[in-house]
């Protein structure tokens, strides 16, 4: 089971920035992806973010040139930096990772709690 925590959510005006964070408790050099999915009310969970093991990275196409995605493998942390925020950018941000099991090589998904972005017009 791996544990994740994210932390930097806020409350920010539009056109702010913002930094979330993801603390993993396993290295991540282990996981061959890691990103981040936004859940807003009573809507679905979408993809903002993925960073693969071999360096591919994808933004959902709402967040691209705005967010980036980056990682510290000596801190076992991922980020999302969010830049030029939006109003429709409001929702609980969920860091996952995907850890593949070496005994039946089938990939394994977890998520953290999340974090609350809210940004005001």
């Known amino acids: 089971q791996v544990h994740l925590v994210e932390s930097g959510g806020d409350l920010v005006q539009a056109g702010g920035s913002l930094r979330l964070s993801c603390a993993t408790s396993e290295s991540i050099t282990s996981m061959h992806a890691m990103g981040w999915d936004r859940q807003g009310p009573g809507q679905t969970r979408d993809m903002v973010a993925r960073?693969?093991?071999?360096?591919?990275?994808e933004y959902g196409s709402s967040v691209t040139g705005r967010f980036t995605v980056s990682k510290d493998d000596s801190k076992n942390m991922f980020y999302l930096q969010m830049n030029n925020l939006k109003p429709e950018d409001t929702g609980r941000y969920l860091c996952t990772v995907a850890k593949k099991n070496p005994a039946t090589l089938t990939s394994q998904h977890y998520w953290g709690q999340g974090t609350q972005v809210t940004v005001s017009s």
């Open positions: 960073l693969t093991s071999e360096g591919r990275v």
